[in-house]
Antibody, heavy 121, light 106 residues
Framework: QVHLVQSGPEVRKPGASVKISCKAS????????MNWVRQAPGHGLEWMGR????????SYAQNFQGRVTMTRDTSTSTVFIEVHNLGSEDTAVYFC??????????????WGQGTLVTVSS | EIVMTQSPATLSVSPGERATLSCRAS??????LAWYQQKPGQAPRLLIY???TRAAGAPARFSGSGSGTEFTLTISSLQSEDFAVYYC????????FGQGTKLEIK
């Protein structure tokens, strides 16, 4: 079993950055690929990217390349996503998600509770 | 780029009846398809992966079928807790979701 707990809601002004955390507990965190998915209000799900188990490699969806940074701290079983140069279109709930296994297959049985980021002047 | 299209956008079904949701991929994704259920204010819940394998904890009334480009999620006898939004997601390439089907009470 894997339990993912995310940091709390954030409010930012346009042009600012936000950093969200996702802390894992349960089985071997170091073996998991961790993904980030966001959902704008009233909209569907959008995959943002993922980070490999060691934190040495990231893959970002084309829409987010150059504007998103994913990192992880294996000592605290925590992954982070930082979104830069926020615009109103970044107002969304951000989820971390993982398959929970040692492979990188991209379907996810474990999700964080979500973090609402509001971008407003 | 693969495009995922779900239909219908909204499906109205009475409790106890069968619901059939469709998902189409713009190119062959073999069986690399997952289905999720999402209720308001909650994270998505994995129901099906590999197009037809039920995830741990998913009720037996949920079944998935299809391969290649055409996929179906069937809920055999709708319970009150099944009314939600359902998303398909391909993982043949980098992950991509369909736009969702809202299953509502008729």
């Amino acid at each position: 079993q894997v339990h993912l707990v995310q940091s709390g809601p954030e409010v930012r002004k346009p042009g600012a950055s936000v950093k969200i955390s996702c802390k894992a507990s349960g089985n071997t965190f170091t073996g998991y690929y961790m993904n980030w998915v966001r959902q704008a209000p009233g909209h569907g799900l959008e995959w943002m990217g993922r980070i490999n188990p060691s934190g040495s490699s990231t893959s970002y969806a084309q829409n987010f390349q150059g504007r998103v940074t994913m990192t992880r701290d294996t000592s605290t079983s925590t992954v982070f996503i930082e979104v830069h140069n926020l615009g109103s279109e970044d107002t969304a709930v951000y989820f971390c998600a993982t398959k929970g296994g040692l492979d990188g297959t991209n379907y996810w049985g474990y999700w964080g509770q979500g973090t609402l980021v509001t971008v407003s002047s | 780029e693969i495009v995922m299209t779900q239909s219908p956008a909204t499906l109205s079904v009475s409790p106890g009846e069968r619901a059939t949701l469709s998902c189409r991929a713009s190119q062959n994704i073999r069986s690399s398809l997952a289905w999720y259920q999402q209720k308001p204010g909650q994270a998505p819940r994995l129901l099906i992966y590999g197009a037809s394998t039920r995830a741990a904890g998913a009720p037996a009334r949920f079944s998935g079928s299809g391969s290649g480009t055409e996929f179906t999620l069937t809920i055999s006898s709708l319970q009150s807790e099944d009314f939600a939004v359902y998303y398909c997601q391909q993982y043949s390439d980098w992950p991509l979701f369909g736009q969702g089907t809202k299953l509502e009470i008729k």
